[in-house]
């Protein structure tokens, strides 16, 4: 399983951790708590949508063959987690037709013929290769691997740029929502 990991530096940051020390520690908990919560939502949104424009699939078929989980922050742990676990994505969702030569799909966003493959509707429509020189056995094509792929390129530049600029902004909102605005 590959990890992303945040950290921060600055003066906002350090502004940010004493506000939240001001509170105590139960309020701090709780500010922490929300505002990370509040953030993994959005990150996963922001995700999920790059991830979409990323391998070009829609983002219900990234959610079936991806299982992409939200694991929530709580009091003792302050840490979210978006997991994704799964396999590849089968060739005939990237709008994948019969050619002459074979079969044509769009994975990456980018249409690439796949040679001697072929199309059997009563296999779902799924795109296969013969593994040998017999007529059986066939082997299912596959596209872009959901766990692979969301922890590089656009999706992984999306949870960056997100985090970093929804998480800090968070934490001094919940401050001043715990405290009437007398702490900001």
Avoid at 23 to 52: F, I, M, Q
Avoid at 122 to 148: D, M, Y
């Amino acid at each position: 399983m590959a990890a992303l990991t945040m950290h921060w530096q600055g003066d906002g940051i350090r502004k940010l951790t004493i506000a939240a020390e001001k509170l105590g520690s139960a309020k701090k908990n709780t500010v922490l708590r929300r505002a990370v919560n509040h953030t993994l939502d959005k990150v996963h949104t922001a995700v999920l949508r790059a991830l979409a424009q990323q391998i070009g699939a829609p983002q219900n078929v990234i959610k079936r063959y991806g299982k992409i989980t939200k694991v929530r922050a709580n009091n003792a742990t302050l840490t979210a987690i978006i997991r994704c676990s799964g396999g590849p994505i089968p060739l005939k969702h990237f709008k994948a037709y019969q050619t002459r030569k074979g079969v044509s799909a769009a994975p990456w966003r980018n249409r690439k013929t796949y040679k001697s493959a072929f199309i059997v509707a009563r296999l779902g429509g799924h795109a296969f290769w013969r593994t040998g020189s017999k007529r059986l056995p066939i082997e299912r094509i596959a596209g872009p691997n959901v766990p692979k792929e969301i922890v590089k390129d656009a999706s992984a530049a999306a949870f960056h740029a997100v985090t970093n600029a929804t998480l800090p902004a968070r934490v001094a909102h919940e401050i001043r929502a715990l405290t009437n605005g007398v702490v900001s």
